[in-house]
């Protein structure tokens, strides 16, 4: 089992920017892939990020290329989401995920592929 914690969200006016973190525990989260996923209010839950457990494979989605950054930290377990030039747009519950992976360049961009979420931290962008 592995227990999933996020903060780091708050409101912030467009242009600027925020790091989310995502805390992980339990089994050996070394081996994780890990992903960000985001839900806006009446919308769909939609993929954001996604890295590999070895760190080494990164993808994004369009909306984010370029502005967005996923990383890791592995002697504190815990993945972070560098979210730069925010948009109004990007409002919304930041979730991070997690899945065992065998392969230590897998990733993954859909969010039945998670096994393990966390609670989510809200991001509200101004304008």
């Known amino acids: 089992q592995v227990q999933l914690v996020e903060s780091g969200g708050g409101l912030v006016q467009a242009g600027g920017s925020l790091r989310l973190s995502c805390a992980a525990s339990?089994?050996?989260?070394?081996?994780?892939?890990m992903g960000w996923f985001r839900q806006a209010p009446g919308k769909e839950r939609e993929f954001v990020a996604a890295?590999?457990?070895?760190?080494?494979?990164?993808y994004y989605a369009d909306s984010v290329k370029g502005r967005f950054t996923i990383s890791r930290e592995f002697a504190k377990n815990t993945v972070y989401l560098q979210m730069n030039s925010l948009k109004p747009e990007d409002t919304g519950v930041y979730y991070c995920?997690?899945?065992?992976?065998?392969?230590?360049?897998?990733?993954?961009?859909?969010?039945?592929?998670?096994?393990?979420w966390g609670q989510g931290t809200q991001v509200t962008v101004s304008s």
């Open positions: 890295g590999s457990w070895s760190g080494r494979s990164t």
């Open positions: 995920a997690a899945v065992a992976a065998s392969y230590s360049g897998s990733y993954y961009y859909s969010d039945y592929q998670y096994d393990y």
């Open positions: 339990g089994r050996t989260f070394s081996t994780y892939a």
